[in-house]
Structures are given as C-alpha cells and as structure tokens.
C-alpha cells in the first residue's frame, strides 16, 4: 500500500504542478483571466495545510464580466436545437472521461476525499451530462391540456442566464449535477466553485473549451462567497441561483436574490435520521449506517448523521458498530486503503472537533474516536467519532457536524422513532431498517424528509427526484424536476372556434 501510495503522489504531483507554480482565474467568455483586482488567496491542501498555489479572488466587476458574457451568449445557446446540444454535451462526458484519473488526485488532494471514492467523480460527473444530454432535445416539449371549445398546450423555454453556486464536500460531481442541466435546458452558465476546493472546476471549464462549448455558454469565476458569490445572486441578468451548500448561506441568497426576483434552488444542510427497528436485517443494517456516515469523511449532505436505535436491538448493534468504527482506516487521501482522509479545511476541522466538548458537556459519551491525529504530520486528521447515551435534544443531534461523526439514540417504539426522526429544523433524507413492510411503509409516509430509502443506504438514480424540505432546502433536480427549474413554461390557448365570444356594446 505505502508503495501505491508514493505512486499516487508522484502522478498528482505531475497533475498539481500547473496550479503550484502559476495563480489559478477565471474562464469567462472563454477566455482565461486573472481578473480585474490582482487579489489572491492561498488555496491549501488538507493534507498538510501547504499550498497547491494561488487563486485570484473574484472581484464584483469580474463577476459582472462573466455574467454579461452569459447574456450575450444566450440567445444562440437557447435557439441551438436540442440535438446539437445533445452532441456538445456527450463530448464534454467524454473529455470528462479521459481525464478521469487526474479529477480523482487532483480532487483528493484539494479536498481531502479518499481517492477509493473520488475514483467515481469523473464517471458520475460525466453520467451527469450524459443523462441531461440525452434530455436535451425533449427539453421543450411541453403538455397538451384539452377542453370541449379550446387546447391548450405549453412549451419551455430557457429561463436566461443562471448562477450555479457550489460547496467544497464533493466539489467536481456536484458542479456537473447543477450545470449539465442548466446547460441541456438551454441556459448559459456563471458558476462560483467552493473557494476552499477551486481546482476541478478549473479542468471541467478546460473539458468544455475542449468540447467545443461556444464561448461564453460556460463562465467560471473563482472568489469567495461574500464578494463573488453576492455578487452573482445579485446581478440583472441573472434569472436564476441553483445553490448547494449551508442552510443560513441559502437564506442570505435568497435576501440577495430578492430585489431582482431571483428565482432558487436550494439544496441545504440535513441531519439525517437512520431507524434501525429491531427487526432490522442486522449485517445489513450495519454496513449502511457504518458507510452513509463515515465514507466521504461524513463531508456528505445526505449522511445519517443520527443513528436511532431501538432497545432490543441496541446493546449488540452499538457493539457491532463500536468494533467497525474502531477499525475504518484513516490516513493520506491518496493510499487506496484509506477510508477516512482529513477534513477540508482547518476552520472545517476545529468546528468538528469542537464537537467532542459539547457531547461531553451536554452528557453524552464519547465511545469511539473524539480526537484530533497528528501522526499524518500537520494535516486536518481524525479519528472517526462514535457518540452514544445521547438524546435529540443536545447540540450533537441537532447541528449539522459535517464530520465522520455518529450520534446514537435510544428509542422504544414506532411512535416514538417518528417523532425523535421529525425533531429537527432539517429535512433531506431519511433511513428506514426493518422487515416489517407495513411499518416500512407507514414510517416512510411520516418522516419529515425529501428523500426516504427504505433497508438501502443512499442509492441514486438520475430520473428521481432529490431535495429537501424544511430546512434542508427548496425545489428538486433530477430528471424533469431539473429543466422545471432551468425553464419557463409558457400556456398556448387555441379556440376551436365554437365557443361564444362574449359581446359588449352591441345593439
Ligand atoms: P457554504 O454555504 O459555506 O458555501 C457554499 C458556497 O456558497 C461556496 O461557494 C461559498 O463561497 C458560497 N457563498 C458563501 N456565502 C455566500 C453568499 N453570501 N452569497 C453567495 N454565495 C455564497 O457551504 P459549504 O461549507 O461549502 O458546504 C457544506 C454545506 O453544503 C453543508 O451544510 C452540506 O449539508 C451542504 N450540502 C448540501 C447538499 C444537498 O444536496 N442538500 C449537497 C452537498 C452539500
């Protein structure tokens, strides 16, 4: 393994010295930039809090630039047909693809993902735009709605130019799930990365200038969020945000948005129960509640991050989940054995720590992990965290941690699992373990959530709908939920000439 490790290091390395030795910008109207401002900002690795180079920091007038080149370049984006689209976006999977080892180091080294799940980056990334590209030409279709003396029909169209703002958790698949798309729709695109993680979107604008996607469809401006990013949800020409990230950044947004009537999407922040009942398949049950938390880092919007477990079951199954947790590897994102890399960033990662006091404070026991490691040298290292005897109120169940962190809580029956799962600001997915399929059913119907997998871990499928409610966040991608969202629907009435036409002024 240490020897697959050096070799991972010495390819990334190659792929990492183009951003080390020069100052990353921006692509707007398809041209690379460094911005109006001159002003940078270190972008370091995980690894060991060193840099991977500089990056500029997006001024308002270098987000005002990027937004004009999507106007200007929308109109012949929008009336391209939906075929020949189809063909661009099929050649941006495939650049995608060929350069599929390098997103996977690049991104393992600017986020600190595991390289065993950053493998599925560029395949996922380049499903996205192959599925929305396939979409494309039926993007306009609309219904036909009948009455006795008229139809009605409606058509899409592009809503206009729109903003895709983007965290750092799993920074390359989640940008290609909002722009592919935006993109297949007919909207061109200004998109934010996530400043603590910029470099992989810096190579999917570089697979799209080699797609042959027209200048300016595509504009990517890097920065931070209070100055960009406000910048983008504020400007006229943008029609509409698609945003990924935390709940109160989602509010600011749509305060931002407000005077030019933006329209959002939103996909926030969640604390996400999994109910394990005692009938659960047991093997099972703790295979997914072991990888919906600890895999990802627990950096992973739907991870259950509470675990509710009922009494009969409860003194096996936290045994059984002790001795795993106690066993995930944690190490250098780039050693294939690794299963736990280090978190983001330092700031990231004093704020998961900061959780150990307050379990403790709050009552809860620390059972497995709770400490910072720095064996690996000065990277954001953990140990992945177990936290029992807690209860939904202490702040471990309620705030969203964003770590490999599970907090486990004791319930006695169905009623009380629902109402333990419901008690929470958030609302984006929900697991549900047992082998009773009425139960199953009925806990499915009530758990206050947008998403809800029933004996599975999260399993995803590109036709279904995925979002939140409550807090977790507004509006749905996936299938034709996306191009609702990236398109206006426009009514068409026609009168079969039946009907009476109302008469005024007639003697
Ligand atoms: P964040 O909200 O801090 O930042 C996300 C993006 O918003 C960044 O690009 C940032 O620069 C930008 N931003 C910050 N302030 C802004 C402002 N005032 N105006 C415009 N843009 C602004 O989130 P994060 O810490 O990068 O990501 C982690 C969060 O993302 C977690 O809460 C996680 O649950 C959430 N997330 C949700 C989903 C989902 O599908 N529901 C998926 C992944 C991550």
């Known amino acids: 393994m240490a020897q697959q490790l050096d070799s991972?290091?010495?390819?990334?390395?190659?792929?990492?010295?183009?951003?080390?030795?020069?100052?990353?910008?921006?692509?707007?109207?398809?041209?690379?930039?460094?911005?109006?401002?001159?002003?940078?900002?270190?972008?370091?690795?995980?690894?060991?809090?060193?840099?991977?180079?500089?990056?500029?920091?997006?001024?308002?007038?270098?987000v005002n630039q990027a937004c004009l080149a999507a106007q200007s370049a929308f109109t012949e984006w929008a009336e391209m047909s939906g075929s020949e689209r189809k063909k661009i976006l099929h050649r941006l999977a495939?650049?995608?693809?060929?350069?599929?080892?390098?997103?996977?180091?690049?991104?393992?080294?600017?986020?600190?993902?595991?390289?065993?799940?950053?493998?599925?980056?560029?395949?996922?990334?380049?499903?996205?735009?192959?599925?929305?590209?396939?979409?494309?030409?039926?993007?306009?279709?609309?219904?036909?709605?009948?009455?006795?003396?008229?139809?009605?029909?409606?058509?899409?169209?592009?809503?206009?130019?729109?903003?895709?703002?983007?965290?750092?958790?799993?920074?390359?698949?989640?940008?290609?799930?909002?722009?592919?798309?935006?993109?297949?729709?007919?909207?061109?695109?200004?998109?934010?990365?996530?400043?603590?993680?910029?470099?992989?979107?810096?190579?999917?604008?570089?697979?799209?200038?080699?797609?042959?996607?027209?200048?300016?469809?595509?504009?990517?401006?890097?920065?931070?969020?209070?100055?960009?990013?406000?910048?983008?949800?504020?400007?006229?020409?943008?029609?509409?945000?698609?945003?990924?990230?935390?709940?109160?950044?989602?509010?600011?947004?749509?305060?931002?948005?407000?005077?030019?009537?933006?329209?959002?999407?939103?996909?926030?922040?969640?604390?996400?129960?999994?109910?394990?009942?005692?009938?659960?398949?047991?093997?099972?049950?703790?295979?997914?509640?072991?990888?919906?938390?600890?895999s990802l880092n627990g950096q992973r919007c739907t991870s259950s991050s509470r675990l509710l477990i009922q009494?009969?079951?409860?003194?096996?199954?936290?045994?059984?989940?002790?001795?795993?947790?106690?066993?995930?590897?944690?190490?250098?994102?780039?050693?294939?054995?690794?299963?736990?890399?280090?978190?983001?960033h330092q700031s990231h990662y004093n704020k998961v720590l900061s959780y150990m006091d307050a379990a403790t404070e709050d009552g809860a026991t620390i059972a497995v992990g709770g400490k910072a490691i720095d064996s690996f040298g000065n990277g954001n290292y953990l140990t992945p965290t177990l936290f029992t005897d807690a209860d939904n109120s202490m702040r471990i169940a309620k705030e969203e941690i964003f770590g490999p962190v599970l907090t486990c809580i004791e319930f006695e029956s169905e009623e009380q699992a629902l109402e333990i799962a419901n008690d929470t600001d958030y609302g984006l997915s929900g697991y549900i373990w047992t082998s009773n399929t009425g139960r199953a059913m009925r806990m499915a119907s009530k758990v206050e959530a947008g998403m809800i997998w029933v004996n599975s871990e999260n399993n995803r499928n590109l036709p279904s709908p995925f979002g939140g409610v409550k807090m977790s966040g507004i509006g749905r991608d996936g299938g034709d939920w996306s191009f609702d969202f990236y398109m206006e629907t426009k009514n068409i009435c026609i009168a079969h000439d039946t009907h009476n036409v109302p008469t005024l002024g007639k003697l």
């Open 94 to 294: 495939d650049k995608i693809e060929e350069r599929a080892e390098e997103i996977a180091l690049v991104e393992s080294m600017d986020c600190g993902q595991p390289l065993r799940f950053m493998k599925q980056a560029a395949i996922r990334g380049a499903a996205n735009f192959r599925f929305f590209a396939d979409k494309s030409p039926e993007a306009k279709n609309g219904l036909s709605l009948h009455q006795d003396n008229h139809t009605n029909y409606t058509v899409r169209t592009p809503i206009g130019p729109v903003g895709v703002i983007t965290p750092w958790n799993t920074p390359f698949m989640l940008s290609t799930w909002k722009i592919a798309p935006a993109l297949a729709a007919g909207c061109t695109v200004v998109h934010k990365p996530a400043e603590f993680s910029p470099l992989t979107a810096a190579i999917l604008a570089e697979c799209a200038e080699a797609a042959g996607l027209p200048a300016g469809v595509w504009n990517m401006v890097n920065g931070f969020g209070e100055v960009a990013g406000k910048a983008l949800t504020e400007h006229k020409a943008i029609k509409a945000v698609a945003f990924v990230g935390e709940t109160v950044t989602g509010s600011m947004i749509q305060a931002q948005g407000a005077p030019t009537l933006k329209r959002v999407h939103f996909e926030l922040g969640g604390k996400n129960p999994v109910i394990v009942f005692d009938d659960a398949d047991f093997e099972r049950a703790l295979d997914a509640v072991v990888f919906m938390i600890y």
């Open 311 to 344: 009494s009969g079951i409860k003194p096996k199954f936290i045994e059984a989940l002790k001795a795993r947790v106690e066993n995930i590897q944690v190490g250098h994102p780039l050693d294939p054995a690794t299963e736990v890399g280090p978190l983001v």
């Open 8 to 62: 991972n290091l010495t390819k990334a390395e190659q792929y990492l010295a183009k951003y080390r030795n020069q100052t990353l910008g921006h692509y707007i109207a398809g041209e690379w930039s460094l911005g109006s401002e001159g002003e940078t900002f270190e972008n370091l690795s995980p690894t060991n809090n060193e840099s991977l180079g500089k990056v500029v920091k997006g001024s308002a007038e270098d």
